[in-house]
């Protein structure tokens, strides 16, 4: 939404205003040559030689010519190709505005047409340009002139930068646009021209791109081919590789990563100790080895160190556990001895600059190995603008799991994923019995993942529903431990339910927008206010969370019966929001290698069922309570019969793996209700309590 990446936008302004004593428009148009031109990998000394803002810029902000792809900044000095010339001239305009506007294009179209007219002298000029402006020109006047002889390719990029959204680029504003192109193109009969307009999504996009350009040396060439290369590095040049000239890691490399590195886990211990073994098989024997992706790669064929790959826009998307092991391992430099070019580790290059293509790899490549499902939307565009406001408020957002503890942030003000979708159900959805039971498996299903993580919610209103429930969090664990002999566990249960209670009394009113939730002042949910609060929906019980929602005691009915008795208006719209697991929206997909399944309904199961059998049910069902018809969508997406799929899933009931479910009840082995679908359930039911089939 362009309204949040807007805002999102005016931080990264205000950042760049206070570090480098920028006014708002000067600092806005310097981020915009800087992102718009990141390709070019631009100094800020170059990015000053085609800044023309000012007293008689024609409309035009910046001027920049390219001659293969370096900036042209004098004439004087510069060295001309023979051939094979090819030329960018950018020309740009920046406005702080909130929308694209046509008078824009109005002021710099007669500038165009009179600058670009390369047989014109400035001295002939109608019009009145600064000498900022001329100078650019005659740059790119000058180059087009002397690469003339070589027929160079020729490419015009007008830019138009500013707040707004392009899905709301009006057709009067495109109009002019494209006479721009045909004003263009009646003076340079070959030229490709570009009319491109920046938003802040636009904006933002490339403010996330890390413009990293690294040389990666390799001892063997596999296989090449189709934009991919299959790589044996030694172990000296990919620990260079990953590391800055401090020797501290690359940490941007893992951008595209669905987590961070896990520490002493297995895998790692295995990994390190084949790393402390010289003597042992090579490492790439044994390990799967890293997937890269870039935008480019070139060969840059024998170097000083041996044959070298120059990679553009590297992220590291599969084998983080790999390279901080080995990172680990060859932390001190006193370690890269010569002999350890002899050991090599796998690396996979797959080039690609089409976001699709690029989103399919990382979640293939991360699908292969355990993951929780949930990680996946890791790299989701809403989830990368919510960890940027939250840091922005001082909040560290594990979308990627581990990657604050591992660079030391504070724990205290770490927000998962998890954790701020209970508080959204129990804030802004009002539905607190929800909140209390909601697992990460959610985020598996489409509905039910975008009825919280929308790009359509106010992107400020995640750091205050992050600040809303860690106060409320604090404030209950003194008066919690007073009421119940396991006080953790409650409050995990609790807190959403407390939260939405004392935002009731803070309002006077249950109806809470948010425009009315970001101005809530998170020092009025204090001690003796959750105190009240627990006292009153506890009941003072001494028992433990479970026993409180037993009796048909559902948490949204308890926050209802507080909100009637504190005269809260709108208590009624407590609990009337359910979390969408809709049948459509459960997309089971066939599995291509599945177990060998009997030839017929009428065969039987006379053998135990395979694990793999077993594993790809597990991964095709949806969180329960399931939709209807469950079944038979996994018996078409496995090619099975019902029976047998009856059968792996009563196994899996068996094994612990999913609970028994009757008629949208979901129960587990106690016989406790720990889920409902509230459109199929009988409404007599409530989560908590002991299932009854009577």
């Known amino acids: 939404m362009a309204k949040n990446d807007a805002i999102l936008l005016d931080g990264i302004v205000d950042e760049k205003m206070k570090a480098e004593f920028r006014d708002r428009g000067e600092a806005f148009e310097l981020l915009a040559f800087e992102q718009i031109l990141k390709s070019f990998d631009l100094t800020q000394e170059e990015v000053d030689a085609g800044w023309v803002d000012g007293r008689n810029d024609g409309g035009i902000d910046g001027f920049f010519t390219f001659l293969n792809g370096i900036l042209v900044r004098n004439i004087e000095s510069q060295i001309w190709p023979r051939k094979g010339a090819a030329i960018d001239i950018w020309i740009i305009s920046c406005k702080h505005k909130d929308s694209f506007k046509q008078e824009t294009f109005n002021t710099i179209i007669p500038t165009i047409e009179e600058l670009l007219d390369f047989g014109k002298d400035p001295s002939e000029f109608e019009g009145k340009y600064s000498n900022e402006l001329i100078a650019a020109r005659q740059i790119a006047a000058q180059v087009y002139q002397r690469t003339a002889s070589s027929l160079p390719s020729i490419h015009f990029h007008v830019g138009y930068a500013c707040r707004g959204d392009i899905s709301d680029l009006e057709e009067n504003v495109r109009a002019r646009g494209n006479q721009i192109e045909r004003l263009i193109n009646d003076y340079f009969s070959g030229a490709k021209v570009d009319v491109e307009y920046f938003g802040a999504s636009e904006l933002i996009e490339l403010h996330r791109k890390n413009r990293v350009i690294l040389e990666l040396t390799y001892s063997e060439l596999l296989t090449s081919g189709q934009d991919a290369y299959v790589l044996l590095v030694p172990m000296d040049a990919y620990a260079n590789f990953i590391r800055d000239e401090n020797n501290n890691l690359r ?78 391992h060859y932390g001190d430099s006193h370690r890269l001895m010569a002999e350890e070019s002899k050991r090599q580790v796998l690396v996979k290059v797959i080039v690609s600059d089409d976001v699709d293509v690029r989103d399919s790899i990382i979640q293939a490549t991360n699908n292969q190995n355990t993951v929780e499902l949930a990680a996946l939307n890791a790299t989701d565009k809403i989830q990368r603008d919510i960890e940027m406001i939250l840091e922005r408020h001082g909040w560290y957002y594990e979308r990627r799991k581990n990657y604050y503890k591992n660079i030391g942030k504070p724990a205290d003000r770490f927000i998962t994923p998890l954790y701020l979708a209970t ?56 008066p919690l431990s007073r009421i119940v002999a396991r006080p953790i566990r409650m409050q995990g249960v609790w807190r959403g339910a407390v939260a939405i209670c004392a935002l009731g009394k803070i309002h006077g009113s249950f109806d809470l927008p948010p425009a009315k939730l970001m101005v809530t002042d998170t020092s009025k949910i204090s001690k003796d206010l959750i105190a009240e609060i627990l006292q009153n929906i506890s009941g003072g019980s001494s028992a433990n969370a479970q026993t409180l929602t037993r009796d048909g005691r559902r948490l949204d009915d308890i926050c209802k019966r507080f909100g009637e008795e504190e005269g809260i208006e709108n208590w009624q719209s407590i609990g009337k929001w359910s979390i969408p697991y809709a049948s459509q929206s459960v997309r089971l997909k066939p599995k291509k290698a599945a177990a060998p399944l009997p030839s017929s309904p009428e065969s039987k199961i006379t053998a135990p069922m395979s694990k793999e059998f077993l594993d790809a049910i597990d991964a095709l069902l949806p969180q329960q309570p399931w939709p209807p018809g469950i079944q038979e969508m996994l018996v078409q997406a496995l090619s099975s019969d019902r029976k047998t799929v009856r059968a792996g899933i009563d196994k899996l009931i068996e094994d612990g793996r999913r609970y028994n479910q009757h008629h949208g009840v979901v129960v587990d082995k106690d016989g406790t209700i720990v889920a409902l679908d509230e459109l199929r359930a009988n409404r007599n039911f409530r989560i908590g309590e002991k299932y009854s089939a009577a």
């Open 251 to 328: 940490r941007y490399l893992f951008d595209s990563n669905v987590r961070d590195f896990l520490g002493q886990s297995r895998v790692n211990q295995d990994i390190s100790n084949t790393l402390q073994n010289p003597e042992g098989p090579n490492f790439w024997w044994l390990n799967n080895g890293v997937t890269i992706l870039a935008t480019q790669a070139v060969q840059l064929g024998r170097t000083q160190r041996g044959s070298a790959l120059q990679l553009h826009d590297v992220q590291i998307v599969n084998g983080l556990q790999t390279t901080q092991s080995i990172h680990n």
């Open 423 to 478: 508080a959204f159900t129990a804030i802004v959805h009002r539905a607190p019995h929800i909140s209390g039971w909601l697992k990460s498996r959610f985020m598996r299903n489409e509905s039910s993942y975008a009825a919280i993580f929308s790009d359509q919610v106010p992107i400020e209103l995640w750091p205050k529903i992050a600040e809303i429930m860690r106060a409320t969090e604090v404030a209950m664990q003194a």
